[in-house]
Nanobody
Framework: VQLVESGGGLVQAGGSLRLSCGAS??????TGWFRQAPGKEREFVAA????????YYTDSVKGRFTISRDNAKNTVYLQMDSLKPEDTAVYYC?????????????????WGQGTQVTVSS
């Protein structure tokens, strides 16, 4: 399975972006978004179960980011509102077959190449 992120870019603080994660084939994998800022470790952002029934967020993005999916389009989205400069990072989507600990990157089986999000102050 190949994952391809898109939708990143440069936006002013307070603005919005919507990231997309497209899969190369029909999958019903649990999917997460992670991010990595320069000089920092990769961190969990959000996750959604394969059928969209449950979502999970790290505290710093709750109320601002929304993860969703359209399985008919093999795509998972991350709507990011009220963006802050500290949201600046490369954002990666990842997919896994199993349930488990959503914030552990090592549990994910497939990763995309990442898309850059830059929020200016």
């Amino acid at each position: 399975v190949q994952l391809v992120e898109s939708g990143g870019g440069l936006v002013q603080a307070g603005g919005s972006l919507r990231l997309s994660c497209g899969a190369s084939e029909r999958t019903y994998y649990n999917t997460g978004w992670f991010r990595q800022a320069p000089g920092k470790e990769r961190e969990f952002v959000a996750a959604i179960t394969w059928n969209g029934s449950s979502t999970y967020y790290t505290d710093s993005v709750k109320g601002r980011f929304t993860i969703s999916r359209d399985n008919a389009k093999n795509t998972v989205y991350l709507q990011m509102d009220s963006l802050k400069p500290e949201d600046t990072a490369v954002y990666y989507c990842a997919a896994k077959r199993m349930f488990g600990t959503w914030y552990l990157g090592r549990e994910y089986d497939y990763w995309g190449q990442g898309t850059q999000v830059t929020v200016s102050s």
